[in-house]
């Protein structure tokens, strides 16, 4: 899942996000079809408790907490006759690390390691639950205007 992120310095040791994005995986095989759409939009609260330099480029260390919602929406069809949907929205709670180091005075790379914790949903139509907790890693580029 791609999650743009908007960040804003409250000082130098404490910032806020807003953060949003979606996921979405079809596949077919013959006439059965299936389709997964995730969607999530949240905040968090990043406090930088430690700063660094790697080959003279400056960097932080922050530790992260946030939550918001998600959502998940799937649709399975079989022969074009039988079709089950379902949808599902949750609160999420997220927590970890995320580590930065300005490359340019305007841009860097971060790198993202955390928890997602979100209640697990009962669905009755697919006979079975979902639970979307997971370890999310992730690398990304930042631009500072």
Known sequence: MVLPTVVYSLNSKTQIALLAGV??????RGDDKSYYFLWMIGGEYRHIPLTFSVLELPGRLCGVIGGGIIGAKFHRSYDNNIAINTS???IYINGGASASIDVLTWM???VDLRYMFVPTKKFDTLKGDLSLKSVMAGIGVFCSL
């Not at 996921?23 to 077919?28: D, G, P, R």
Request: hydrophobic share 35%; aromatic share 8%; glycine share 8%.
């Open 108 to 110: 860097g790379v971060n």
């Open 88 to 90: 599902a929205t949750n």
């Open 23 to 28: 996921s979405y995986v079809e596949h077919a």
